[in-house]
Antibody, heavy 120, light 112 residues
Framework: EVQLVESGGGLVQPGGSLRLSCTAS????????MNWVRQAPGKGLEWLSY????????HYADSVKGRFTISRDNAKNTLFLQMNSLRAEDTAVYYC?????????????WGQGALVAVSS | QSALTQPASVSGSPGQSITISCTGT?????????VSWYQQHPGKAPKLMIY???NRPSGVSNRFSGSKSGNTASLAISGLQAEDEADYYC????????????FGGGTKLTVL
C-alpha cells in the first residue's frame, strides 16, 4: 500500500524556518517525481514545488521561490521542504504528493498533511 | 501563475447529473492534455478522480468523467450520491512563467 507521511509541522514565528519531511513507503520512491502542495485555512490548493526522481530537476511556484527548497533522499525514501523567511501567509496544511506515472504533474497519492502556523 | 476559474458552488439532487467547468488559457488547459480533477472531503487529503483530461484511476467510479474543449475543461458526475458532496479542484500543467502546476479555486458540490 502506498503511504506518504508528512512530519515537521508546527508553530513558528514570522521570519523563522521549518523543515518538513515526507516519508514514503509501499512503492519504489526513487522512480517517482514528487511535489509539495499547500492549502491555507478555508482556501484552495496551491502547488509549491516539484522535484524529479533523481533530484536533478526542480521547479518552484513564484510565491515561494528563493525562500523554500525542495530536496529528496532516495536512500531514505524521504522528501523534504526547507522553509525559510516564513510569513503569516505561509500558514497552511502542507501536503506531499506523488506524480502519476503519466507525465504532466498530476498527483495520484497524497499524504495526510502537516499543519504549519506562522504567528508571533 | 494565475488560478484556473471554477464556479464557487454547484448543486444537484440525488440521481441527477452535474458539470463543473474549469477555464484557463492556452498556456495551461488549452495547451496540454494534463488536466486533472481532485475530490476533497472536509479535513481529508485530496483524491485524484480524473487525469489526462478524461482518464479515471483504478477504483474511481465511472459516474465521474472528464472532457476538454479549447481552454475549458469539465468534470461531469452522473447519478449523484450523497457521498459525492465535497470540494472539487481542477489542475493543469502550465508553462506560463515557470513550468509547474496551476489549480482552480475549487467548487463546492452540494447534494440536496
Amino acid at each position: 500500500e502506498v503511504q506518504l507521511v508528512e512530519s515537521g509541522g508546527g508553530l513558528v514565528q514570522p521570519g523563522g524556518s521549518l523543515r518538513l519531511s515526507c516519508t514514503a513507503s509501499g512503492f519504489t520512491f526513487f522512480s517517482y517525481e514528487m511535489n509539495w502542495v499547500r492549502q491555507a485555512p478555508g482556501k484552495g490548493l496551491e502547488w509549491l514545488s516539484y522535484i524529479s526522481s533523481s533530484g536533478s530537476t526542480i521547479h518552484y511556484a513564484d510565491s515561494v521561490k528563493g525562500r523554500f527548497t525542495i530536496s529528496r533522499d532516495n536512500a531514505k525514501n524521504t522528501l523534504f521542504l526547507q522553509m525559510n523567511s516564513l510569513r503569516a501567509e505561509d500558514t497552511a496544511v502542507y501536503y506531499c504528493a506523488r506524480d502519476t506515472p503519466a507525465a504532466g504533474n498530476q498527483f495520484d497519492y497524497w499524504g495526510q498533511g502537516a499543519l504549519v502556523a506562522v504567528s508571533s | 501563475q494565475s488560478a484556473l476559474t471554477q464556479p464557487a458552488s454547484v448543486s444537484g439532487s440525488p440521481g441527477q447529473s452535474i458539470t463543473i467547468s474549469c477555464t484557463g488559457t492556452s498556456s495551461d488547459v488549452g495547451g496540454y492534455n494534463y488536466v486533472s480533477w481532485y475530490q476533497q472531503h472536509p479535513g481529508k487529503a485530496p483524491k485524484l478522480m480524473i487525469y489526462d483530461v478524461s482518464n479515471r484511476p483504478s477504483g474511481v467510479s465511472n459516474r465521474f468523467s472528464g472532457s476538454k474543449s479549447g481552454n475549458t475543461a469539465s468534470l461531469a458526475i452522473s447519478g449523484l450520491q450523497a457521498e459525492d458532496e465535497a470540494d472539487y479542484y481542477c489542475s493543469s500543467y502550465t508553462s506560463s512563467t515557470t513550468p509547474g502546476v496551476v489549480f482552480g479555486g475549487g467548487t463546492k458540490l452540494t447534494v440536496l
